[in-house]
C-alpha cells in the first residue's frame, strides 16, 4: 500500500473538503476529530505493510519438505520449513519469497495479499545427480569410469559404532571387514578384493578431507611376562563417525592409481560433514545396552565333580562372574550452516562405552570444524578441516599367544567350577600361578592408554581464468599416545607373583602432507575435458619410548604408574647374594620416510557416449634402495554408455554402459630403510624372577639391497551399470583380476651364509579373481510407504602362484604345543592355507586316527572367504522408517586354537575345566591334542546385524524445533552358523617369522549383543 500524507488524503478523497483555519469557523472541532481520524489510518497503513504468511512446500509427489529455506528475497530474514513441510513467516507485504532447498530448484513467489501461500518445488535433475570422490576431485557417478562405491550416511551401519570401518561393513561389494575381537576400540581388518600382500600389510589407504594416513598405528601393542603379546587399539578410532558425511571405496586400479604406490589394497575417501542452509544447532543422544551373544558350553560345578573333577567346596561360574551387562553413552553436538558463498559447521562428540568383560572401557572427546569461504568475486575459496581427539582405552589382560597358564579369557575358561573367588572376604582365593584366578587378573591390573590426535588441512583454490583452477592443500597427522600397564604383586601369575610388573610405553606421530595441482575443464564441441597435474610431499615421522620396572614395594596400582620409584633395586652385599633389578629403560626408537609424487590425470568425454580416462603416479620413498627410488603407476580406463545408442530400447533401459580399466598400483607398507645396513641396539628384559636384565646388543635388522623396489598389483576389471523399471531396479557387475608381484619379503638364508636374513623382491605371483554384484531396487514407492531392497554380493579366489619354498606361520599355543603352527604358504595354495594333521576320530585306547599319518599337511581349507554378501530391507511407513540389514560369510574355514589349548581330556585331568562334549568323547588323555582338522571349522556365517526402527515427530508449526527423531536399534541380534566358539568373526593375530595369519580364533575378547535407543534434535 501507499504511504499518503494527511494532505495528500484529503486531497485524494475529499477534494472538496473545506480547509479550517483557527478563530475562523466554528467547525474547526469537527475537522480535528477528522485530522485524528486520518492520522490513525495512516498508521494503519504503515503497520499494514507487514502480514503473516504460513502455507507448506510440497514436492512433486505432495509429499511436504522439511528443511526447505524461506527467505525475504534480497534480506537475511528467513525460516525454514518443519518436518510436514509447513512454514510461518511475518514479512513487508508487497514483497517476494524465495523457497530453496538441495536438489531442488529454487523458486520465488510475490506475496501480495496473501496470507497462505504453498508451494510446490521440482526436483533439479543436476543437482541430484550422484557425486562420487574418487581423489583429488569429484565426478558424477554416472560418469565415473572406475569401480567405485558411494556410500552415504543414509547407508551407514546404525547403532553403537566406534570406528569408520564399521559404517561400511556388509555394505559393499568386493570388501570384508573383519573384527580381530570384540573389545571396544579393538582392532578392524578390512580387505578390498581379496588379500594381496604379506609383509606389506593388506588394509587399503585411508584418506580423511585429503589427507592421506600412513596406516601406522598410533598406539602401543604389548608383551608382558605372564600375559603374552597384546595387540593395538584401532588407529581409526579417534574419526567421530557421526562427524561423516560420505565414504566412497576406489576398488580397482583404474580409480586407485591417482594413489600410486599406496593403492594396491584399494582407497577408502573418507568427506567429513559441511554447514549448509540456515545455521541450525543438532543434538543427537543414545544409551545402548550390551551383552555377551554366547557363552562357551562349560561344565557347571555338578557336572564337573560328576566327571570326576576334583571338588574344592563352591559353585561359580567363571562366566557370569567376568562378563557383565555394559552400557553405552554418546552425546553428539553440532551447529553449521551456508550457503553459495560459503559454509561451517563446529561439533563435539562424547563416547563412554563399556565392554562386556568386567572393567573394559572406551571413551572418546572429539572436536570438529569445518569451513570454507570465497572471496574476490567467487574466484579464490579458502577452506580449512580439523578433527581433534581425545581417546581413553581400559584394556584388560587378554592376549595373542600366552600359553597354557592362559590369559584372562583363557582363565576364565579353565578354572575350577568348583573354587571360590574369594578365600576370605576381599582376599581372591589363588592357589598356584599356573591356574590364574580370573577375578583377581582383571582386579589386580591396570591397562589404560591415553592417545591425543589432531587431523586436518588448510587449502585454497584460485580460479586462475575459466576453467583452470590451482589448489594448494597444508595437511597434518600428529599423535600422542601413551600406555601404563600394571600388575600388582598380589596377582598370582608368573613372573608378577610378589613382583608386579609396569610398563609404559609412548608413541607419537608427526606426519605433514603439501600438495599442489590444477585442475582445468574445458568443452570443445561435443568434446569435455578435464585434466590435473599435481605434485605431492609427504613425511611421516615415528617415535617410541619404552620403560619397564619390577620388584615393587607397593600393590597400590596407582603408586606404581605414578611413582617408579617404588620399584625398588637392591644391590648384593657379598658375591654369592642375587642381584634385584627395579625398573629398565627397554629401549626408544624415532625413524623418518618421505613420500614425493607427481601425479596426473586426464578425463575424456565425446559426446555423452564415450568416456576415457587416463591416470599416471610417478612415487619416489624414502622406503627404497636407491636403485629404485622411484615407482610409476599408470592406468587407463574407459566406459561406453550404450544407453545411448539408438539400439537399445529406452522404454527398458534408463542406464546401460560398459566399463574396462587395466592399471598398475604398489604398496609401499613396510618398515623403514631396508635396503642399508644398519644395526640396532635391541631391547632390554626383566627376566621372570627379576633378577636379571638381558638384550641390549646390537644386532643387524637389515642389509645392503640396493634394488629393493615396489611391490607392485596389475589389476584388470570389466564392469556392467544399468537401470531398468524406469529407474526401479538397477545395479552393477563387476568382474576383475588382481596379479601382485615383485613380492616383499624378509628371506631367512640358508646358513652358512654372510646374512641371516635379508629382504627381497620375490619373483611370486598373488593372484586374486573375482565377480562382485551390487543391485538396488525400489519395491514400492508410494507417498505413504516405500520400500527399498538393496543387495550385494562377491566371490573372490585367492591363489599363490611361482613361490619358492615353503612359509609357516599361524602360531598355535597351548600345552604340549611349543613351535605349533597352522598355516604354510606355497605356490599353488591361497594365502594362509591351513597346513595340519588330517583328523578322523580316537581309536579303541583313545589314540588319536591321523589316516594320512601323523604329519602336517595342506587338507584344501582357506581362511580367506569365498563369499561375502549384504542384505538390507529399508522401509518407510509414514513419518515411521525401519532398516533390517543381513551380511554374511562364505567358504572359509577357522582353526580354533581356544580348543585345542583348553578343550580336551588333557586339560581335564590336569584339573582344568573344559566344554561338555569333551566327556566321554574317548579321547586318552596322555596323547598330545596335536595340531589337525580336529579343531578346524567352518566359518561360514549369516548375521541379523542390524535392526533400526525410527518415529520421525511431527512438528507442525513449532518454532523451536525443526526436526525431531526417535529411534531404538538393535546390532549382533542374531548368528547362523555351525561354529562352536563364541563368534565367527574373528582373527587373532597369530604370527610367525614376520608372516601375518588370518582367520585363527585364540582366547578372543568375545562379541555383544547391543540394543540402543536415542533420539535427534535440530533447533
Known sequence: MMNLSNRSLRQHHFPDAPVARAGKSPSIRKMGLLTVLFAMLQVTFVFAQEVNVAGKVTDSKSEGLPGVTVTVKGSTRGTNTDVQGNYQITVPANTTLSFSAIGYVTKDMPVGNNTVLDVSLSEDVKALEEVVVVGYGTVKKKDATGAVSALGSKDFQKGIVTSPEQLMQGRVAGVQITQQSGEPGGGINVRIRGTSSVLGGNNPLFVIDGVPLSGDNTSSGGDNQGVGRQPAKNPLNFLNPDDIQSMDILKDASATAIYGSRGANGVVLITTK??????????????????????????????????????QGADTDWQDVLFRTAKTQQHNLSYGGGDASGNYRFSLGYLNQDGIVQTSNVKRYSVGFSGQKKFIGDKLTIGSNLNFANTQDTGVPISENIGFEGDLM????????????????????????????????????????????????????????KGLKFKTVLGFDKSMSSRKQAYS????????????????????????????????????????????????????????KNVTATRFRTSDLDLMVNNLGVAGTVTPKDETAVATVGSVIQNSSYTKDELQSYFGRVNLGFGSKYLFTGTLRVDGSSKFGGNNKYGYFPSGAFKWKLVEEEFIPKTVF?????????????????????????????????????????????????????????????????????????GRLGGTIDVYSKSTKDLLFKVVSAQPAPNPFTYRNLDTDIQNRGIELALNAIVVDGKKFSWEVLVNASYNKNMVKNLTGSYQTGEIN??????????????????????????????????????????????????????????????KYGNFDLSVFFNGVFGNYIYSNTANAFFTQGSFQNGRNVTKNVIGNGEDPLFAPDVSTRFLEKGDFVRLQNFSLGYRVPMKSNKVLSNARVFVSGQNLLTITKYSGQDPEVSTNKQMNDIPSFGIDYTSYPRARTWTVGFNVSF
Open 410 to 465: 583363557g582363565s576364565i575358561l579353565k578354572a575350577n567350577p568348583t573354587r571360590a573367588v574369594f578365600s576370605a572376604p576381599g582376599v581372591y582365593n589363588q592357589v598356584t600361578n599356573s591356574e590364574p584366578n580370573p577375578a583377581a587378573f582383571v582386579n589386580l591390573s591396570r591397562d589404560k592408554n591415553n592417545t591425543l590426535r589432531a587431523l586436518g588441512n588448510i587449502n585454497a583454490e584460485l580460479e586462475i581464468i
Open 814 to 875: 597351548g600345552q604340549g604345543l611349543s613351535g605349533a603352527f597352522a598355516q604354510q604358504l606355497e605356490a599353488g595354495q591361497p594365502l594362509f592355507a591351513y597346513f595340519v594333521r588330517e583328523f578322523a576320530g580316537f581309536d579303541d585306547s583313545g589314540k588319536p586316527i591321523y589316516p594320512n599319518g601323523d604329519i602336517q599337511q595342506f587338507v584344501g581349507k582357506s581362511p580367506l572367504p569365498k563369499v561375502n554378501a549384504g542384505l538390507t530391507n529399508n522401509l
Open 274 to 311: 559441511r554447514g549448509r542452509g540456515k545455521g541450525t544447532l543438532d543434538y543427537g543422544y543414545s544409551f545402548g545396552i550390551s551383552n555377551i551373544t554366547k557363552k562357551y558350553d562349560l561344565l557347571n560345578a555338578q557336572e564337573y565333580k560328576a566327571a570326576g573333577g576334583q571338588d
Open 654 to 726: 534408463t542406464d546401460l554402459s560398459l566399463r574396462v580399466g587395466y592399471g598398475v598400483t604398489g604398496n609401499q607398507a613396510i618398515p623403514h630403510n631396508l635396503y642399508d645396513r644398519r644395526d640396532r641396539y635391541g631391547d632390554y628384559t626383566i627376566n621372570d624372577t627379576g633378577t636379571n636384565i638381558s638384550g641390549g646388543g646390537s644386532g643387524a635388522v637389515a642389509y645392503n639391497n640396493a634394488d629393493l623396489k615396489w611391490e607392485s598389483t596389475a589389476a584388470f576389471n570389466l564392469g556392467l551399470d544399468f537401470s531398468i523399471l524406469k
Open 489 to 544: 604383586r598380589d596377582l598370582y601369575v608368573t613372573g608378577i607373583r610378589d613382583l608386579g610388573r609396569v610398563y609404559i610405553r609412548d608413541v607419537e606421530t608427526n606426519n605433514q602432507l603439501w600438495e599442489n595441482y590444477f585442475t582445468y575443464d574445458k568443452e570443445i564441441g561435443n568434446v569435455s575435458l578435464n585434466a590435473l597435474l599435481g605434485y605431492s610431499y609427504q613425511s611421516f615421522e615415528y617415535g617410541t
